[in-house]
């Protein structure tokens, strides 16, 4: 139990476009997802918190308007990166917590990750 | 500031051995530590979860300590085998609804 998809698992797309990359939560409901940011070598960056019908919110020095959240069901958020530049080159991976099980609400159930490479 | 310190970016152990992983931490109150393992690529897979009030969880081959007073977290992999080898992250958390805040991580290497 408690798996967390994500795809694409790899894009590759040219400078100026947008990308978009859905998280799954294929077992559980989680009204409460997470993004994070991995660059090489480095641990996980959390960049937002994602909330089921709300905004998210998100950490200090991430631009909300680059990087757009939408947690429309209890199962499914999605990070949209918009006007990606090489900079935004990572290894994106999002989290989630099963909101109603009590033996699992404390943990953080991660996708296996989506890694965009902005040409 | 809030630091976490995982006590080396790398550690090589012989296949059998145990392995022991330090997790230390500064400006937090965490109501409870986890342990992940990540392999290259991949995501972080969860391992063990031990709260504020717990002094020891285990399962299986992992062993898992947390002082509260000492700020220290050390995670214990018994009987150590090649298929070990990965990075393995520590996070906080101050409560339930907060998300973690992660480790740099420490790279092990079990040699056969």
């Known amino acids: 139990g408690a798996v967390v998809s994500q795809h694409p698992s790899r894009v590759i797309c040219k400078s100026g476009t947008s990308v978009k990359i859905e998280c799954r939560s294929l077992d559980f409901q989680a009204t409460t997802m997470f993004w994070y940011r991995q660059f090489p070598k480095q641990s996980l960056m959390l960049m937002a918190t994602?909330?089921?019908?709300?905004?998210?919110?998100?950490e200090q020095g991430v631009e909300k308007d680059k990087f757009l959240i939408n947690h429309a069901s209890l199962t499914l958020s999605t990070l949209t990166v918009t006007s990606a530049h090489p900079e935004d080159s990572s290894f994106y991976i999002c989290?989630?917590?099963?909101?109603?099980?009590?033996?699992?609400?404390?943990?953080?159930?991660f996708g296996p990750g989506t890694r965009l490479t902005v040409l | 500031s809030q630091k976490i310190e995982q006590n080396s970016e790398a550690l090589n152990i012989q296949e059998g051995k145990t392995a022991t992983l330090t997790c230390n931490y500064t400006?937090?109150?965490?109501?409870?530590l986890q342990w992940y393992r990540q392999d290259p690529g991949r995501g972080p897979v969860f391992l063990l979860l031990?709260?504020?009030?717990?002094k020891e969880k285990r399962k299986e081959r992992l062993k898992v300590t947390f002082d509260t007073t000492l700020k220290q977290s050390l995670f214990h992999i018994t009987a150590s085998q090649p298929a070990d080898s990965a990075t393995y992250l520590c996070?906080?958390?101050?409560?339930?609804?907060?998300?973690?805040?992660f480790g740099k991580g420490t790279r092990l290497s079990v040699i056969a």
């Open positions: 031990i709260r504020e009030n717990e």
């Open positions: 994602s909330n089921e019908g709300s905004k998210a919110t998100y």
């Open positions: 400006n937090y109150s965490p109501a409870y």
């Open positions: 989290s989630a917590r099963d909101s109603f099980l009590a033996g699992r609400k404390d943990t953080q159930y």
């Open positions: 996070a906080l958390s101050n409560s339930g609804n907060t998300p973690l805040v």
